[in-house]
C-alpha cells in the first residue's frame, strides 16, 4: 500500500530512511479501524517500519 513517490518523507521532503522492525512484547498487533470497529490483527514479524531521518516521521506497513 505504500506508494511514496521517490520514497521520500510526505512531511519534510526528505529521503533517507532507516528501516526496522516493529518489537512489541505480544505476538501481534490490533488496530481499529474508525467507524466501522473492524479490527485488523497483523503479526508483528509481518510488519515494517521506518522512519525519516530528518524530521522522525514513522510509517508501518505490512510486508
Ligand atoms: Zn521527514
Redesign the pocket.
Known amino acids: 500500500m505504500s506508494n511514496i513517490k521517490n520514497n521520500c ?1 510526505p ?2 521532503e ?1 529521503t533517507e530512511w532507516q528501516d526496522g522492525n516493529l518489537q512489541s512484547s505480544g505476538s501481534s498487533m490490533n488496530i481499529k479501524f474508525l467507524p466501522s470497529g473492524k479490527f485488523l490483527v497483523l503479526k508483528k514479524d509481518k510488519i515494517k517500519v521506518k522512519a ?1 531521518t ?2 522522525g ?1 514513522i510509517e508501518m506497513f505490512v510486508k
Open positions: 518523507c512531511k519534510c526528505n525519516c530528518n524530521c516521521y
